[in-house]
């Protein structure tokens, strides 16, 4: 994401632009990612779908593939409808919640791994290779380890990453003899160390020359959610006159300009919960 871009934005998230198109309308949520139960964040989610007759809610986090209201999606949600305070409890969790006690369904905008790779071809004309996405999926999985976001201890990781790769491999024209040794083995060449540990700054985003090939197969992966989320907001807004996206804020500073090229007006308030 470009940091003039996210300059550009009216507010820092958390806010809302209204874009309208005719009599539909898209209110995207641009989301600061806080998902603490009190947290204005979240309390701005819960009034915006309580306060505007909202058809259909876009959310971040799974895959547009799943269809509408997945029941994984929601089963997921539930326990946070008695104990909201439990650590996994998200953002999207507390609109899954709130939107379903209103009877409106909810749908992912995430292209899934399949359809990420072949953008990243797509877009990197054949730059990188099957194992170079592989080794990114597999760096993101140590990078929730090192925030605590999964518990794995250290002697269970490889056994982990195996477990990853048999799955990669049945949706991946990843070849047979691809391993956890072929991923340590690419560490060592693009970062002169096998150890399995990838700090988040190595997955920031950024396209310039000198930044690392995970820093920039990142930002093609942004490219690639964004090129998605687009449309799958065009396809909601085809069926529903009032959609709702809750997404991070760099997404909508990425997509600001072709959601305003087509609109007959647009508004932005900063998100303030009741």
């Known amino acids: 994401m470009s940091p003039a871009l996210l300059a550009a934005e009216p507010f820092e998230a958390p806010f809302i632009s209204t874009f309208t198109y005719g009599r539909r309308q898209l209110l995207f949520f641009a989301s600061d990612h806080d998902s603490g139960l009190h947290s204005t964040n979240v309390r701005a989610i819960r009034s915006t779908i309580e306060d505007h007759s909202i058809d259909v809610v876009i959310l971040e986090g799974f895959e547009s593939s799943m269809g509408e209201s997945p029941e994984s999606i929601r ?11 439990l650590p ?25 791994p399949t359809a990420e790779w072949e953008q990243i071809r797509d877009l990197s004309d054949g730059e990188y290779t099957v194992e170079d996405y ?24 490889p056994g982990r990453l195996g477990r990853l790769i048999d799955y990669y491999r049945k949706i991946l024209p990843l070849p047979a003899e691809y391993s956890v040794d072929s991923y340590r083995q690419w ?22 020359a000198g930044s690392s090939i995970l820093q920039k197969l990142s930002y093609l992966t942004t490219r690639t959610r964004d090129i998605n989320l687009l449309k799958v907001i065009e396809q909601e807004l085809r069926s529903h006159d009032r959609v709702l996206v809750i997404y991070g804020s760099a997404h909508l ?22």
Do not use: W
Request: proline share 8%.
């Open 187 to 208: 560490l060592k060449k693009h970062f002169g160390t096998d150890a399995f540990v990838v700090g988040a700054e190595q997955l920031a985003p950024k396209p310039e």
């Open 134 to 157: 592989i080794a990114l999926e597999l760096s993101r999985y140590l990078v929730l380890i090192s925030r605590g976001e999964e518990r794995v201890p250290n002697d269970a990781v």
């Open 88 to 112: 996994d409890c998200s953002e999207m969790d507390q609109a899954i919640l709130v939107a379903s006690v209103r009877g409106i369904p909810f749908v992912g905008a995430e292209p899934g």
């Open 75 to 85: 089963s997921q949600a539930e326990p946070c409808a008695t104990e909201p305070l």
């Open 253 to 274: 500073a990425a997509l600001r300009k072709v959601l305003s090229s087509a609109t007959d007006r647009s508004s932005d308030k900063k998100a303030r919960p009741r």
